[in-house]
């Protein structure tokens, strides 16, 4: 089952501006990760919030956690044009063992 | 550092052929995984495996077989290719899978046409 839902499916914005992207997921969960992925490439890990934490940052990352709304948001600050990749939530509907990550959001930042 | 390496980064098969993707990481990790990819559906998980000597099915298995050959090698076999196995195929390692509180380093992926 498809667990993590992006939105919105594709942003653009340009560089300089701050980039939102937010992710719904379904079930109980016991942490949250983001990934970026360029185009033709594997996935890269960026940030990991554990289920009782409500916010984290990583450099021009932000990310926040509502257990209560089962959703997350990744926020990029001072986008650049090398920001322009999709982005995926991944959680674990607490089980542990499996991964499950959602459609994506496709961010292009226009120079 | 190679990290996580897929071979082969392409291949075209026909309906029925078989073959093996595989996959190599050097980062001494104990659990591996593979996922396909197609468009509009995000990364779903074929097949993983916790620690060496284990694999387990995850939410796509159908038509796959996989073998984890030692801690650094898990391969996936496709043994007799559909149409809708057509997709791209990621590799996954981390470190442990205890409650995936562990960053997944992936592969550059192999993307699989089949005909």
């Known amino acids: 089952s498809q667990q993590g839902e992006e939105d919105p499916q594709a942003l653009s914005i340009q560089e300089g501006e701050n980039a939102t992207m937010n992710c719904s997921y379904k079930?109980?969960?016991?942490?949250l990760q983001w990934y970026r992925q360029n185009s033709g490439r594997g996935l890269v890990h960026l940030i990991l919030?554990?289920?009782?934490?409500r916010e984290k940052h990583s450099g021009r990352l932000r990310v926040t956690l509502d257990t209560s709304k089962k959703s997350s948001s990744l926020l990029i600050t001072a986008s650049r044009a090398a920001d322009t990749a999709s982005y995926f939530c991944?959680?674990?509907?607490?089980?542990?063992?499996?991964?499950?990550f959602g459609t994506g959001t496709s961010l292009t930042v226009i120079p | 550092n190679a990290g996580v390496t897929q071979t082969p980064k392409f291949q075209v098969l026909k309906t029925g052929q078989s073959m093996t993707l595989q996959c190599a990481q050097d980062m001494n990790h104990n659990s591996m995984y593979w996922y396909r990819q197609d468009p509009g559906m995000g990364l779903r998980l074929i097949y993983y495996?916790?620690?060496?000597?284990?694999?387990d099915k995850g939410e796509v298995p159908n038509g796959y077989n996989v073998s984890r050959l030692n801690k650094r090698e898990f391969s996936l076999r496709l043994e007799s290719a559909a149409p809708s196995q057509t997709s791209v195929y990621f590799c996954?390692?981390?470190?442990?899978?205890?409650?995936?509180?562990?960053?997944?380093?992936f592969g550059d992926g192999t993307r699989l046409s089949i005909l």
């Open positions: 919030i554990r289920s009782n934490e």
């Open positions: 996954a390692s981390s470190e442990l899978n205890y409650y995936s509180n562990q960053p997944q380093h």
């Open positions: 991944a959680t674990d509907e607490g089980t542990g063992n499996q991964f499950y």
């Open positions: 079930t109980s969960i016991n942490n």
């Open positions: 495996s916790a620690s060496e000597g284990t694999t």
